[in-house]
């Protein structure tokens, strides 16, 4: 089964800047960036497709990019303007989500 691996989340204040990365252990298809806070249910911030169609919450349109290199099997996103609610840690999956194919994602606090 495909494995992912996130990184680039830490500590930044509002209004701050970072760029997460997910790679693969296989072939990416349609990828979305998932967060989930505490207490809360696991959402959906932006989408991807095998052709480089994005799309995102409405949370975040305007401030997240997502992209991806195919050949590196890695997906990024740009998060920009950061906000307290964005605090989250952040997975990368396939779209819809594989329960088999969950990394161990990345925190992202926002945060004077």
């Known amino acids: 089964q495909v494995q992912f691996v996130e990184s680039g989340g830490g500590l930044v204040q509002p209004g701050g800047s970072l760029r997460l990365s997910c790679t693969a252990t296989?072939?990416?298809?349609?990828m979305g960036w998932y967060r989930q806070a505490p207490g809360k249910q696991r959402e959906l911030v932006a989408t991807?497709?095998?052709?480089?169609?994005?799309d995102y919450a409405d949370s975040v349109k305007g401030r997240f990019t997502i992209s991806r290199d195919s050949a590196k099997n890695t997906v990024y996103l740009q998060m920009n303007s950061l906000k307290p609610e964005d605090t989250a840690v952040y997975y990368c999956?396939?779209?819809?989500?594989?329960?088999?194919?969950r990394g161990q994602g990345t925190q992202v606090t926002v945060s004077s």
């Open positions: 991807v497709t095998r052709g480089g169609s994005t």
């Open positions: 999956n396939f779209l819809p989500w594989s329960t088999g194919a």
């Open positions: 296989g072939s990416i298809y349609a």
